[in-house]
């Protein structure tokens, strides 16, 4: 009787496929919850979709979070999937890994102490001393904060007002400046920088008690589609010092990438309240989003958060 059973489900197996783990996938963020075996929907159906898209029919692939790890899970596919199918599959996974891995925020900053504007002669002097090339050693896009561009009269009357100050918000990611970083303390840019022409402002001061002196220069990041999103206007740059109290020189740690605008908001200095901050997370990284890859790596829920795939072992 047992043999006759183990003879039918052999039977069944071949005639129905099963399925075996053939892929692992690693993402930065949470695609689900282990303690429930359940997985985000978003990430169900693109996997699902994806194999779809190369022939893989929806019942020959299954799905399965890792039992330990919320940002890990498990791709198996019927044994009568054939291997082009799922080394294509694989490669598809790959290609976004590749991608991301190739992906950098880091640029070259040059800046032309001739341009400048200086307060004095001696400051002009030094800023000709000063290195004409820095290197930017810029982390992956890390800290979102909502950004308000205002006048110091702008800031008193909205003192005087109950409802605050009313200025237009900018949804602003910032990445992190290794050192030595650049000396200067602010930065702006500019959109449609033709040959020969400056896109970037910078604010040069050596301590919080001297007065501020302002050169130009160029900004040119190692990604050729972050240097195109900052001609066409579609993110502006800014510096951040993020230690006002602690830092000997005033150095930027930062440099932020405003990525839209979520039009005129009220804030008291600068600030708003953790509830409007929550709020306007949401749409600050659909902005991000749409602006596509390199962002795509590092905001929001897509594929492109994959960071390692791994093909299973055979079984025995």
Known sequence: MNRRLSTAALLLMLLTGCKQTYLTLHFQEEVGNPQQARIV?????????MAAGIGIEPD????????MDDKTLHISLD???????????????????????????????????????????????????????????????????????????????????????????????????????????????????????????????????????????????ANPTLNQMLFDNRIQLSAIKTSWGTRADRRAD?????????????????EISPLQHIGFMGRCEGMAMALGRPFTFYIGRSMDRLISVELAPPSA
């Not at 929907?41 to 979709?49: H, K």
């Not at 020959?60 to 039992?67: S, T, Y």
């Not at 504007?117 to 800023?127: L, M, N, Q, S, V």
Request: charged share 20%; proline share 6%; aromatic share 12%.
């Open 41 to 49: 929907p978003y990430f169900a159906e693109a996997i699902t979709q």
């Open 60 to 67: 020959a692939i299954g799905l399965e979070m890792d039992r």
């Open 79 to 221: 044994s009568s999937v054939p291997e082009p199918q799922r080394q294509r599959l694989q490669a598809l996974f790959s290609e976004i890994v590749e991608a991301r891995a190739a992906a950098t925020f880091e640029a070259v900053l040059e800046i032309a102490p001739q341009t400048g504007r200086y307060t004095t002669p001696e400051y002009r002097k030094r800023a000709m001393a000063l290195p004409r090339r820095f290197s930017l050693a810029l982390e992956p896009v890390k800290y979102a904060d909502v950004l308000f561009h205002y006048s110091m009269e702008e800031l008193i009357s909205g003192k005087l007002a109950a409802t605050g100050t009313p200025n237009e918000a900018f949804c602003q990611y910032q990445a992190t400046l290794q050192a030595p970083g650049m000396p200067f303390s602010q930065m702006g840019s500019k959109a449609g920088s033709g040959t020969g022409d400056y896109n970037v402002y910078l604010e040069w001061k050596d301590s919080k008690r001297e007065p501020a002196q302002y050169l130009f220069g160029n900004i040119t990041f």
């Open 254 to 270: 930062r440099v932020g990438f405003s990525v839209g605008s979520l039009g005129l908001q009220y804030h008291e200095d600068g």
